[in-house]
């Protein structure tokens, strides 16, 4: 099968693939001239590395659940685990998204939008903490 068709059946550009493959994450057979040919495995690992990959892992998470995935004496404590990590890392984005929408919410509903200069969005921005010294003056 070549990468044009790889990358029809599992949604990943072919610059992706190529890149999973100079990475080392799959290793499609090479004609003489050159052209890859992938198999039927080879296949299914780029569906594996693009599920992974929409849910968020990082390419080496993604590099020992897929050694793990071929390890068929694997422990699914190693799976979870890896699994674990990740759900905390993104615990953590949520957290440090959520401060930041309520900062910037705080920001917009203390800028009167109108046509005067004054703006707490800028001076806040410029370090001028506006919010955070109680006062609108500044940009």
Not at 99 to 125: F, Y
Request: glycine letters at 8%.
């Amino acid at each position: 099968m070549n990468i044009k068709s790889v990358s029809a059946l599992t949604g990943l550009p072919a610059k992706t693939i190529r890149y999973y493959e100079d990475i080392g994450l799959i290793r499609p057979r090479r004609e003489e001239n050159g052209y890859r040919v992938f198999s039927d495995t080879d296949v299914h690992k780029l569906a594996f590395l693009a599920r992974a990959r929409s849910l968020g892992f990082a390419v080496e998470d993604c590099r020992s659940l897929l050694a793990l995935y071929d390890d068929k004496n694997r422990a699914s404590g190693d799976v979870k685990s890896i699994a674990q990590h990740h759900l905390k890392e993104i615990d953590r984005k949520l957290k440090e998204l959520t401060t930041m929408r309520q900062t910037l919410s705080e920001l917009v509903r203390s800028c009167a939008g109108d046509n005067r200069p004054n703006c707490p969005i800028l001076s806040d921005l410029a370090g001028h903490g506006a919010l955070r010294s109680g006062g609108t003056e500044g940009a």
